[in-house]
């Protein structure tokens, strides 16, 4: 039986089938941005013929497909999302646009307000209100309700969000707001914020759940009909959809809670790290994912992707826990260009893939990092990407001559200048964000995804003073094998405040052990495989405001009172993130959370390479490192396991070109991936 | 070139390293900063200065810590000449020795080369308590300094790596939080010193000769970079005038007025002719001064421009002592951070307006605090409650109508409020409403963002006390280019069997009565250009949004058809 997993990207969609051997087979299609659900069947069709069978001949074999979509992302992206509107308690409906009082970008004051997902008018407020504690202030008034109702259908929207005060502690009255919609609106869609998010912070609680009514009828739509024709063409298995947390759940699950996918995106990439972590034995990883406009990172901690709730996707937050993948803004397209104050700056903008940049010759002319490494003799004009395209040197000489002029330097220093400064602000963005989550990247290995990453990426640990790069051979293969064993996963969160000190601990005991209760039924309405579970909180010093995750798995959970241990966790988890840990103070549970896993199989291991002679150099070619210098040339594909290479060297694959500079040296893994020690300084 | 000229690229990759030094140091700081003040709100800054006081790099966290640290620097290194060594930490707050106000404490690195001290990596944060007469240090009723805090001269913390500890306790015991104190210094500490660890590899990459001489090629470039800006503006002279209401001692309607001579790439900024110093604490210190004109010159250019030395070298600040912006030493000043900060920049971008109109912006909102201290009656612990909700209008531009509830001048959309539902899980306080203030933004071609309405109950069983600290009942956000005020704040108290009152801006100890019930009424921003251009669509908008009312759009009359240029985008809706 095999498994099949189908990215559907902005231009194509990828789909990957492994055997019961490990062997993976590729095929690709045009995505088909109006429905997607065309080319993922187009895609099939290719699959199948690549394998020696029809459509309902492959799907008749597959036991399960897995699938990352980025329909809800680009609904968002685009804003072409449901007209929703929104109930909240009366007096507070603005909650959602006054954003907590805060604005990007400190020192421009001309800078256009953002606009709302939901604009006024469709936000309206009911007359009932709920007290911190629970308790009913003020009943749900039935009359208000009808009326915001009928304003609502006058405006014609299709989806509702209704959010009210604390009802993450007492749903009642979203409940019974709920029954009334669906009597007066047929087939709306619903989205209430105690089943969405049932925690404290309303601004939080309020946006994602504006997010997911507004891209939920288009997601529920897509993988309806994406589901309606797989059945049709002969397929029984399930269908499972990446979430932002980076696990996977069924069709239904995932069109109910449909901001949970809106960060999946980058999810496969992510998937693919972990199951790298595991095969190189590597537990700490920061994927480095280089494509034309920016580079996504994430840090893999002890074999595990961290997660963060404080996402967003446009400028929207949503509080859901996801990926904590950052952007920075610099790839291969990255514009360079010179302020009035002759200071040189790469990106954030970028030349795109249209025009893209000059090399491509297809009318762009602003100078980027792809043809500052043209200039510098990283690429083969005529051998770019295994020979799919050509490049114009020409082009990208005059484009960083022009920048040169600017800079008043040389072409090959502009080229030089605009390496450096890319590689300089990726660099310091990887640290800045290990700042943010606690952790010294010294000790982590850098994994190089996307086309560009391997000339930028030894510089950039060399930078950070990080004496391990690896890449692997084939990253799509990566990411889809990583979606591929990736398990299910249902997270339950509720707020439940209390001093630890204070707190009952039978009362803890039973809100965790009803969480898990939830979580497992939730999963096993469509699974009967082993289970794991990870308890976590989200805690707080007294005084402070921002809360940090604490994992839970380390506490005894059958001692009569677990509250010390909680404590005690956090204590530590807190030292560790911020230097010092304060145990005379109240520790504060906030929210609990609980993870209920469904383990799948494991994939059978990718097959290593056979053992072969070690391959000599294809090529040499002049590169620029500080001087003219020549290097071998060498073909990815038919390096030998155990081969090793002395920079400076140029590895080429169709997929990538890997620059070692003078000091790196490269092994190649059994599955051919290249293992690169970097010299640290000092070292 | 001169001989030790380094190349542009080096220069450049200096410049991008700088500032993600200062960043880094902001965000080790976000992370160990004890304090709801510093974690939530982020009022803290993190800079490089070098020994004379120039700002080499500043992170974008409080506007008006920008132009101020340099001051700061300058007085540390002259009281501590020849005496600054590896391991030491200084300290600093008082306003008349480089301070802006108590609160903001900032701390002091230094880093060497060899033997020679360089640079500091400083860190300013503000405390949330430093002694005086109140607590919280926003004291209406101080007349002198001494009455609003401890007053910390420079002085040293950390003996070449040895923490003073005779020192540390003395500090410590004169502040009401000794353990956010502690906290938050550890924490201020940490940060400046992974500055000077990142300084000093820096200088470690590239030698001391080339490090040295990039950084002067980087203020260079910001100063060229600002004065390419101002060059582009219309030369000639201009006034420009703005109001406090009053300094809560009788005195009202206190003016500052900028006059701004704009020549070529230069401009002077002249405040002479500002109303003298006042009793209460809306007096700026100097440094405070200094800041808030380099704060309006920031808003000004390009927003990216970095912060340093040479973006303030265009600058000639003319001033007088004894004024209500540069009070004589023993005068009180802890609310200068935002009044009269706030009037002095938007009286010279009042000024400059008719010189580049397509930059400058409407006035955004005045500050108006009010704190509560009382007993919870369900846990019999005291609380202390910060107000910082219905954040009041930003100011319209020359593209778009202001942010709503985008803040003050000061912080321009710096400063998050909490959640209420976690400050009514944690305070006994109930909010029956919070939001946006209809017709509180100043009409315009742009119209200002509109600020909030909180209305709360006080749940307390025995009475609480209230402080207030701000401006603006009377003089709200000013509008611009024809543009039209903001509302001005309003705050009522409604006490049983009492009559509702205005609640002052500068008010101590006020008594709040169990149930007692405030609606905060905040002003909006002001208004960009005449109303009259505005187009209809938007008018109808904001009619159905709600942003104005039927009586307000009668006052101004909106035009029928779209104006000649620069309509207003639909953008809701």
New interface residues.
């Given amino acids: 039986m095999y498994r099949i997993g189908i990215d559907v990207g902005g231009t194509f969609t990828d789909l990957v089938a492994v055997d019961p051997e490990g062997r993976a087979t590729l095929a690709k299609s045009t995505t088909t941005p109006a429905d997607p659900a065309i080319g993922v069947l187009e895609g099939l069709n290719r699959l199948a013929e690549a394998l020696g069978y029809d459509r309902p001949g492959l799907l008749r074999e597959t036991e399960r497909i897995v699938h990352g979509t980025t329909v809800a992302t680009n609904a968002l992206l685009e804003r072409k999302g449901a007209k929703v509107g929104l109930l909240t308690t009366a ?5 959602l ?17 953002p ?2 997902l939901v ?3 469709r936000r309206l407020g009911v007359k009932e209100r709920v ?2 504690d629970g308790r009913v ?1 003020t009943p749900l008034d039935p009359k208000s309700l009808d009326r915001a109702i009928a304003q609502l259908a006058r405006q014609g929207v299709d989806a509702v969000a209704v959010c009210y ?2 009802a993450y502690r007492n749903p009642r009255h979203e409940k019974a707001t709920a029954s009334a919609l669906k009597r007066a609106f047929k087939g709306a869609y619903v989205s209430l914020s105690h089943e969405v998010y049932p925690q ?5 609680r309020v946006s994602t759940t504006v997010v997911n009514a507004y891209v939920g009828p288009i997601l529920a739509r897509y993988l309806g009909r994406l589901q309606d024709r797989l059945r049709e063409a002969g397929y029984g298995g399930p269908v499972l959809i990446i979430q932002s947390h980076g696990g996977v759940a069924p069709i239904g699950e995932a069109s109910r809670l449909a901001a949970g996918s809106v960060l999946s995106g980058p999810a496969g990439g992510v998937a693919g790290s972990r199951y790298a972590a595991r095969l190189l034995n590597s537990p700490d990883l920061i994927p480095f994912d280089m494509g034309g406009t920016s580079t996504d990172i994430c840090l893999i901690v002890d074999g595990e992707p961290s997660l963060a709730a404080d996402r967003g996707v446009g400028g929207n937050r949503i509080a859901l826990n996801s990926l904590a993948i950052e952007s920075l803004g610099a790839g291969g397209g990255s514009i360079g260009r010179v ?7 790469v990106g954030p903008e970028s030349a795109g893939a249209e025009p893209g940049p000059a090399c491509y010759g297809k009318g762009g002319t602003a100078a980027t990092v792809t043809d500052a490494n043209l200039v510098l003799g990283y690429l083969d004009p005529a051998n770019f990407l295994g020979g799919r395209t050509t490049l114009d040197a020409g082009a990208a000489e005059a484009a960083l001559d022009r920048l040169a002029g600017d ?3 040389t072409r090959l ?2 080229a ?2 605009v390496h ?2 890319v590689n ?2 990726m660099a ?1 963005g990887i ?2 964000v290990s ?2 989550r ?1 952790v010294d990247p010294r000790r982590f290995a850098l994994l190089a995804f996307g086309g560009a990453a391997g000339l930028h990426v030894t510089d950039v640990a060399r930078q950070l003073d990080l004496g391990r790069v690896v890449v692997p051979r084939v990253a799509a293969v990566l990411s889809a094998w990583g979606m591929l064993a990736t398990d299910l996963r249902y997270e339950v969160s509720r707020t439940h ?1 209390g001093d630890t000190g204070r707190l009952n601990g039978a009362t803890v005991k039973k809100l965790f052990a009803d969480m898990e209760a939830e979580g497992r039924a939730r999963l096993q309405a469509s699974f009967d495989g082993p289970i794991r579970v990870q308890r976590s909180a989200e805690m707080r ?1 007294g ?4 809360e940090i995750t604490v994992p839970l798995d380390g506490v005894d959970w059958s001692a009569a009172d677990p509250l010390p241990a909680i404590a005690g966790e956090f204590h530590r988890r807190h030292e560790e ?4 840990a ?1 145990k005379d ?1 109240d520790a504060v549970l906030v929210n609990a959370r609980v993870a209920v896993i469904g383990l799948l199989p494991d994939l059978p291991q990718e097959p290593a390479l056979t053992v072969r002679e070690p391959a000599g150099p294809t090529a040499e070619r002049r590169i620029y490192l500080g001087g003219w210098l020549t290097a071998p040339v060498y073909d990815l594909d038919r390096l030998a396991p155990a081969q090793a290479i002395a920079g400076p060297a140029i590895i080429e694959s169709a997929m990538t070109t890997v620059l070692l500079r003078p000091g790196n040296r490269a092994v190649v893994t059994p599955h051919g991936w290249l293992d690169i020690n970097v010299p640290l300084r000092g070292a | 070139m001169a001989e030790n000229a380094v ?3 080096t ?3 200096v ?3 700088l500032f ?1 030094i200062v ?2 140091m902001g ?2 700081m ?3 900063a ?3 003040i510093l ?2 709100s982020r009022d803290f800054s993190t800079a490089i200065c070098d020994l004379d006081g120039r700002l080499i790099a500043q992170a ?2 409080v ?1 008006i810590h920008v132009g101020a640290l340099p001051w700061a620097a300058r007085s540390v290194s002259e009281f501590f000449q020849g005496d600054i060594h590896p391991g030491d930490v200084f300290l600093l707050n008082d306003p008349y020795h480089g301070g802006n106000h108590l609160p903001d404490l900032t701390a002091f690195v230094p880093v060497f080369e060899g033997a020679r001290p360089r640079y500091w990596s400083i860190n300013r944060a503000h405390q949330s308590d430093i002694g005086g007469a109140t607590h919280g240090a926003y004291n209406a009723g101080a007349t002198d300094i001494w009455q609003e805090g401890i007053r910390v001269t420079p002085l040293r913390l950390y003996e070449k790596g040895e923490i003073k500890r005779d020192v540390m306790a003395m500090l410590a015991v004169n502040v009401r939080h000794p ?2 104190f502690h ?1 938050d210094l ?1 924490a201020m500490i ?1 940060s400046a010193r992974i500055g000077e660890r990142r300084m000093l590899a820096l200088a470690d990459e590239f030698g001391w000769t080339v490090t040295l001489a990039a950084i002067e ?2 203020l ?6 600002t004065r ?2 101002i060059a582009t503006w219309k030369d000639g002279v201009y006034k420009g005038e703005a109001f406090l209401d009053d300094d809560g001692h009788g005195i009202e309607d206190i003016h500052i007025r900028a006059t701004v001579t704009k020549k070529g790439g230069n401009l002077k900024i002249d405040l002479t002719d500002s109303h003298p110093q006042v009793i209460g604490f809306v007096n700026s210190s100097h440094p405070n001064m200094q800041s808030a004109v380099a704060v309006a010159l ?2 000004l250019i390009d ?5 340093n030395d ?1 973006t303030f070298r265009p600058l000639e600040v003319i001033a007088k002592p004894g004024t209500v912006v540069w009070a004589n030493p023993g005068a009180p000043v802890t609310l200068c951070t935002n009044h009269c900060s706030q009037e002095i920049i938007e009286a010279i971008v009042k000024a400059l307006a008719p010189a580049c109109p397509d ?1 400058a ?1 409407a006035g ?1 909102g005045r500050r108006f605090r009010i704190a509560i201290q009382g007993t919870d009656p369900r846990t019999d612990k005291p609380f202390i409650w910060h107000f ?1 909700q219905a ?1 009041p209008g ?2 319209a ?11 003050e001048w000061q912080a ?11 400050t ?2 944690r305070f006994p306080l ?7 203030r209809p017709d509180s933004g100043g009409q315009g071609r742009y119209r200002g ?1 509109v600020g ?1 309405i909180v ?1 709360m109950i006080a749940e307390v069983k025995e009475p609480a006390r209230a402080n207030t600290a701000g401006d603006g009942v009377r003089h709200g956000a000013c509008g611009i280019l024809g543009g039209k005020d903001g509302a001005p704040h309003r705050y009522t108290l409604y006490s049983r069997g009492s009559r509702p009152r205005a609640i002052k801006t500068k008010e101590v100890g006020i008594v709040v009565e169990p149930g007692d019930r405030f609606v905060m009424e905040s002003g909006g921003g002001g208004g960009w250009g005449n109303p009259r251009l505005r187009v209809a669509d938007a008018v109808a908008e904001d009619m ?4 104005i009312t039927r009586s307000a759009k009668a006052r101004n009359t909106a035009v029928k058809k779209p104006a000649a240029k620069k309509p207003v985008t639909k ?3």
């Avoid at chain 2, 531009?397 to 803040?407: A, I, K, R």
Wanted: overall charge negative.
């Fill in positions: 007096g507070h409906r603005d909650v646009e006054m954003r907590e009082g805060l604005k990007d970008d400190r020192y421009n004051l001309r800078m256009p307000p606009v709302p604009p006024r008018i007290r911190a202030e005060f604390h404290i912070k309303e601004f939080q302020d009035a104050g002759g200071i040189l700056h800079l008043g330097v220093a502009a030089e200048g450096r400064v300089t602000n310091e640290r800045i700042v943010r606690g405040i010093y005084e402070q405001v921002f993130l911020y230097t010092y304060l103070q | 190349d542009p690229i220069i450049s990759v410049q991008h390293r993600a960043e880094e965000e080790a976000l992370r160990t004890y304090s709801q974690n939530s974008e966290h506007p353990r956010d906290g550890q940490g090629a980087v260079d470039g910001a100063e060229r970079q390419a800006v920031a808003y927003p990216h421009t970095p912060k040479g930059r912006m955004w910082f954040r930003g100011g531009s020359p593209v778009d109508d202001g942010w709503p509830g985008g803040g321009a959309g710096g400063i998050k409020f909490g959640s209420l539902e976690v009514e899980a109930f909010f029956r409403q919070h939001e946006f963002g909030g209305e159905a949004n709600g942003f953008r809701r809706g």
